[in-house]
């Protein structure tokens, strides 16, 4: 299987030598997101306002595949903060719902553009 490209106008296009995602089959590996609207500019706030920007672009890229974020199989999220944990995972939480994907969180010492969060997905999208 060769893999495609995948892009959508609604989320923020990549900002160097990559894509937003690549398809192959039908899973689809989304490339990191951090808050940037489909401008690409940035998102004004803390962690909360940051989470719900990644979610709605990780949503807008799911979409542009016909899947939902209850097609994610594997959520790898950034933090700049551990110490934000709570605020984001209840964000995450209400826009998973009762969709519990395999997830792991990890605090780094810095991300692009100074941001609080990224967040990158693997999806299982319908046939």
């Known amino acids: 299987m060769k893999p495609t490209v995948v892009s959508t106008d609604k989320a ?4 160097g030598p ?3 995602a690549m398809r192959v089959g039908n ?6 997101q ?3 609207n489909a401008k690409g500019e940035l998102v004004e706030g803390g962690i909360e306002e940051q989470t719900r920007q990644v979610i709605q672009n990780l949503i807008a890229v ?3 595949v016909g899947a939902t974020l209850k097609d994610t199989v594997k959520a790898t999220v950034f933090l700049k903060d551990m110490n934000q944990f709570p605020a984001y995972n209840a964000i995450f939480a209400d ?3 009762d969709h519990k994907p395999a997830r792991s969180t990890i605090e780094v010492a810095r991300l ?3 941001v609080l969060i990224e967040i ?6 319908p046939e």
Not at 12 to 15: N, Q, S
Not at 120 to 125: D, K, P, S, T
């Open 18 to 20: 990559y894509s937003q």
């Open 27 to 32: 899973l689809v590996f989304t490339s990191g």
């Open 62 to 64: 799911a979409e542009s």
């Open 95 to 97: 826009a998973f719902g």
């Open 112 to 114: 692009p553009r100074d």
């Open 34 to 36: 951090i808050p940037l």
């Open 12 to 15: 923020p296009a990549a900002i």
């Open 120 to 125: 990158e997905l693997i999806l299982c999208v």
